[in-house]
T-cell receptor, first 111, second 114 residues
Framework: GESVGLHLPTLSVQEGDNSIINCAYS??????FIWYKQESGKGPQFIID?????DKRQGQRVTVLLNKTVKHLSLQIAATQPGDSAVYFC??????????FGQGTELSVKP | NAGVTQTPKFQVLKTGQSMTLQCAQD?????MSWYRQDPGMGLRLIHY???????DQGEVPNGYNVSRSTTEDFPLRLLSAAPSQTSVYFC?????????????FGSGTQLSVL
């Protein structure tokens, strides 16, 4: 399934399905993007990153896709597990070094 | 290796009080930053620093001050607390540079302003 919405979008998937979490970024000059995972009561944790000269990067069970034409970023999680339930944030690096986070998507995995 | 340490974990203030949230990292990171997170929202950047002696404003800097006298420490000061500053605050550090901004986050400080 895909995430849509304006206020902390939610995505509910069945265990074992693939998840796709989307993010629109604002700055066409951003050259570095990161996905973070935040579990309840904890600080965000790094998942995967991608530079603007790449379209795709794969990690363990996760893939990040970057479409610079439409300023869109997506995180794909393969074979989603209950431990993947969390809020996922994309972040973009602006010139000067600051990182700005998107609003986040809450992923809920049903057993 | 402690990583990023934030203190306190919880704090209750009255309107108008001042306080400092402490953040320390032991990874020799140049980049440090403060974010606030409100319910149902993402993290918003308050202030950040790319090295000792250098600070800059983020998205929501009003009502907060920072300083960076050492590489390790990046305290956040609330000069006159307001109920609108009730939030969870996260400190984060990163090695900086052009290719690696992977941030390490502290465990957060939950602040309530009455």
């Amino acid at each position: 399934g895909e995430s849509v919405g304006l206020h902390l979008p939610t995505l509910s998937v069945q265990e074992g399905d693939n998840s796709i979490i989307n993010c629109a970024y604002s700055n066409s000059a951003s050259d570095y993007f990161i996905w973070y995972k935040q579990e309840s009561g904890k600080g965000p944790q790094f998942i995967i990153d991608i530079r603007s000269n790449m379209d795709k990067r794969q990690g363990q069970r996760v893939t990040v896709l970057l479409n610079k034409t439409v300023k869109h970023l997506s995180l794909q999680i393969a074979a989603t597990q209950p431990g993947d339930s969390a809020v996922y944030f994309c972040a973009e690096k602006f010139r000067g070094g600051k990182l700005i986070f998107g609003q986040g998507t809450e992923l809920s995995v049903k057993p | 290796n402690a990583g990023v340490t934030q203190t306190p974990k919880f704090q209750v203030l009255k309107t108008g009080q001042s306080m400092t949230l402490q953040c320390a990292q032991d990874m020799n990171h140049e980049y440090m930053s403060w974010y606030r997170q409100d319910p149902g929202m993402g993290l918003r950047l308050i202030h950040y620093s790319v090295g000792a002696g250098i600070t800059d404003q983020g998205e929501v800097p009003n009502g907060y001050n920072v300083s960076r006298s050492t590489t390790e420490d990046f305290p956040l000061r609330l000069l006159s607390a307001a109920p609108s500053q009730t939030s969870v605050y996260f400190c984060a550090s990163g090695s900086g540079g052009s290719t690696n901004e992977k941030l390490f986050f502290g465990s957060g400080t939950q602040l309530s302003v009455l």
